[in-house]
């Protein structure tokens, strides 16, 4: 079957796998970036990209967490299975949906938005209600996500959601143009918040460092795989929290799904037909698009 292969460069190829379900459409990730970049390990290789993705389950569109677990370790048994000592990640460590076919366990599988392009981001909008969940957020509250990505974009658009007053600082016109447009409100210059969303996929704790009142809370989003420098000092006299997340786990999913719809995440998305693959990739890297999403239907 045709499959995106990474062996160092990206490669459509005719792929001898095999799988069960079609796999209608798939988004590009910051951490496909890095991995390509090579700052994040993949840890198999050559490999197939693709983590955040909707695929056709006995005729309707599902989406897919990305941990496939034991069941049985210390952390599957006191139920953080995204925590599973023998976790092995979809996209990272195991080939991933970059392919026309794909098989899956079961339990990863969740309804979708209804549109097989949106229900491709439904995995990262869960990853960012993860965040949310985690940081404890209150409406009084003000915020400052740091990046205009996917991850800041829908962590403005779903902290905004709950009530808090929500800033956004980015780098790009056109993407800062994007998350204007799905009625954020963009900063130059910050001040200080109660909460901070480090989003931007670089090095920019100390920024978020700087951001942050006495005895607020710093989300990291970021995984790049880079090692950054902190000023442990002002952490621990401001008593800041710093929180990190990763996946959304599955009681998440189905609020995930229907925030997705409500949230208009298709403003932020650009389609790819599946042979414009290198376009896609191409413009994620200039930063052209908030994201790009393939479609692997269309040929
Ligand atoms: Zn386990």
Redesign the pocket.
Known sequence: MKTILFDGELKLVDSGLEGDYPVLAVGICGTDISMIKGSYKPRKFPLVLGHEFSLEVDGKIKTSEINI?????????KGM?TH????KAIGIDLDGAMRERISLPSYLLHNGTGSPITSAVVEPMAAVLRMVELLRVSPEEEALVLGDGPLGIMSALVLSRLGLHVELKGRNKERLRVAMDMGLQVTNSPSSYDIVIEATGGNAVEEALSHVKPMGKIGLKSTHGMDVKLNQTKVAVEEITLIGSRCGPFYLWDKAASLAKELHVEDMIRVYPLPRFRDAFRDVMERKVVKAVLDMERK
């Open positions: 677990v034991d069941w049985t370790c210390y952390y599957c048994r299975y599973c000592s023998n976790r």
